[in-house]
DNA sequence: TATGAATGAGCCTTCATTCAT
DNA sequence: CATGAATGAAGGCTCATTCAT
């Protein structure tokens, strides 16, 4: 193995973690199994990382932050109720073309939920925080901050129920069908928020 | 009797891995301490069940169709929002009242997904039907199919998000405010697709 | 396996452990090695007793008092000085034929001393106890209470003090002749506690 | 500059080994926590001792030769046999004083003769004849060479059997009691080797 | 020389499952 | 039928040591 920097280390434990989660599920990503996804001797897992489970934790931080980055993809001009029901179609887009990261995430939500249920706890608020935010910065002046916080925690209800969907039925026409319906909800609350359109 | 006898013994399974998997997790619901909290001897659940999936099916399987008993409590004379809003409140009362049994639902889903995806697949379809059917006994002569179809889908997706939100931040307030905005949002949706009242 | 007692099975480890604590030490006594030493799959091993620890306290326990039973070995009709002299030839006449056991008790005596204090010392004052019993047999009515508690008590000093001579320099003639003088200075001891002989 | 360097580098180690063998004991003793408890880098350990039983030795070495500094802090005047037990009492209150040394003493005694018999036996007989030279320069012109021997070991005899004892049952009020039987013992086989006082 | 990085070997324990009675 | 006894396979982790800089 090339000397490289820990954190470098750190990130190919985390990258191979992901990939073992999504192939074989939480339960049966092993130590041994992770270490040979990142091609290194089982050892070298626990110098980087002390326990499993803090490798764990790590994953489950770096994945969770992933699907926010789509949130910002949402072109300006558009309504209130247009860009919410945008910013869950970017979402479920991100999920549906990285189907892995997706399933890795789901099954490590339940896992840290169990083994460290503040971290988990954290980690979620920190991420409704930024669908918030990001809502905020591109309809923020136009919605009461009320309306602006139920829009962000529905738009994330919506957002964890296709994605159970999705992992249920696997259908991916299915998962647009059901993405627009969900989008057509969501812009009917932010209507139901805002002041008419024109008036 | 000796019939009897054995499918009574299944249930107390059932029963104990529920209980085993609500408080200790899918991933550490081992046979021995499903056993111990069955109060058997660890052979008698392989003499019963040929392996653990055979029990974990059973269980998921059973777990599945419990929340779908609370969809048909809903008062008659309401409008088609209405009755939509109020089934969705119904079954998120449901898993808020049995957090245990929600728990174990979730993470045995998952875990059924991994073990058995047809199987995961079909019961949760069953699961849609059953809301779409339990929506239609209701206000199905007034709405059209497609719309109703889109009802049920969005009452499940909003339900599951629920349950994700509930598990992550464990507010039993703040679940009841994202559960009435969801039931604003699922009622304009409804309102969207019916026609006006009293037209 | 033939389908033994628990019992049975419980002796045939502690053997397997003290054979092997004799030929590689406590520290290289591995459950594997125990396990093969007893011919038996490591998994039994667990099966019987919980941990590895549990092995070992039994262990001790079963060695620690082996020894004492060549306390009782002592013909009659002997003076007191004879007597105990005679019995701390006894007990070093033990280890000296039993080396392997003689050695296993040492280790396993600091080894519970660090894993399980309470227990390591509760085991010795039991031994120091069966050893202030046995001389009271013999000989307690012609030494009062103190002197023959102080007379047991400088026995084990000798005995324990031998052990680690011999241990360290391995002589079977040096062992017999330090045991010599080591009986002379007990008798020595007890005499100054008796009566003067014929007196 | 280099090589004092390298010197006091072996000392800091092996201080820090007792420390640590004295707190963890022998099989916790890693060469990680020995590095840790020197402030050392890990890899520094083996930059100076080859292996870690050569660190080992090199503790074994330097802890057997410290209690028998207390041997010549006997004032002079005494009898034989006062010299005799005043010298076991000296020795017993240096391992009273420093319970540290002496528990990682003993465990060490046995680890060396796992691990270097010869090395065992070897520094054990030095210390066997340091003790008799010292008894040697008090009283030796009173007491011919066999009796001299033969109190020596009795001493040393003695003195372990204490040791393990104390190590026993931590009591220090019974080690003082032990102790005095144990010097009473002593002075009467002195005694019993010894012209009568005057004659 | 000095040390962070890396690792092969091995340890204790647990698990689902089967066997023998 | 029912169950105590038994076990192969695997899991997470630690250790002394070496490598590369």
């Known amino acids: 193995m090339a000397r490289v920097g820990a954190d470098l280390r750190r990130q190919d434990f985390v990258k191979a973690t992901v990939k073992v989660i999504a192939e074989h599920g939480v339960a049966n990503a092993t130590t041994r199994r992770i270490a040979a996804a990142a091609d290194c001797p089982l050892a070298s897992l626990h110098y980087v990382f002390r326990t499993k489970d803090e490798l764990f934790y790590a994953v489950y931080e770096s994945l969770f932050t992933?699907?926010?980055?789509?949130?910002?993809?949402?072109?300006?001009?558009?309504?209130p109720s247009e860009t919410a029901a945008e910013m869950l179609r970017q979402v479920v887009n991100w999920f549906s073309t990285n189907p892995d990261l997706a399933r890795a995430q789901s099954e490590l939500f339940f896992w840290t939920?169990?083994?460290q249920p503040e971290m988990a706890t954290k980690i979620y608020s920190v991420g409704?925080?930024?669908?918030?935010?990001?809502?905020?910065?591109?309809?923020?002046?136009?919605?009461?901050?009320?309306?602006?916080?139920?829009?962000?925690?529905?738009?994330?209800l919506l957002f964890d129920g296709l994605l159970v969907a999705w992992t249920a039925h696997g259908d991916l026409e299915r998962l647009k069908a059901e993405t627009e319906t969900a989008c057509q909800a969501l812009a009917l609350l932010v209507s139901s928020h805002s002041p008419a359109p024109g008036s």
Chains 1, 2, 3, 4 share one sequence.
């Open 128 to 156: 409704v925080e930024a669908t918030e935010q990001a809502l905020g910065r591109t309809i923020g002046n136009r919605l009461d901050p009320a309306a602006l916080k139920a829009t962000s925690r529905t738009l994330i």
């Open 66 to 79: 992933l699907p926010q980055q789509s949130l910002d993809q949402v072109p300006a001009g558009l309504t």
């Open 113 to 115: 939920i169990r083994n």
